[in-house]
């Protein structure tokens, strides 16, 4: 059974930063892609980042060059730095790995206050 506990959510002033944690309870986390996702309320839940197994990564265009993923394989964690926080990046962000199937944590929520 894969656990997935993200961490690091909270409430911050616009412009301000955050680091959300991924922490993986699977010995499978370097051979798995991680992405990072968010969802607000009555929204789907969309990807925000995402770092393959190989360290190639991916950034969906409103949190590029403000946002970035990485990973810690001896650690089998992943990160997202979020940095110059605005109001529209609060949501609840999950964590998502990636090997044959999907796997999902509890989420973590983000407020921005303006």
């Known amino acids: 059974q894969v656990q997935l506990v993200e961490s690091g959510g909270g409430l911050v002033q616009a412009g301000g930063s955050l680091r959300l944690s991924c922490a993986s309870s699977?010995?499978?986390?370097?051979?798995?892609?991680m992405g990072w996702y968010r969802q607000v309320p009555g929204k789907q839940r969309d990807l925000v980042a995402q770092?393959?197994?190989?360290?190639?990564?991916y950034y969906t265009a409103s949190v590029k060059g403000r946002f970035t993923i990485s990973r810690d394989n001896a650690k089998n964690t992943a990160y997202l730095q979020m940095n110059s926080l605005t109001p529209e990046d609060t949501a609840v962000y999950y964590c998502?790995?990636?090997?044959?199937?999907?796997?999902w944590g509890q989420g973590t929520q983000v407020t921005v206050s303006s």
């Open positions: 998502n790995l990636d090997y044959v199937r999907r796997y």
């Open positions: 699977t010995s499978i986390f370097s051979d798995s892609d």
């Open positions: 770092i393959t197994s190989g360290g190639t990564t």
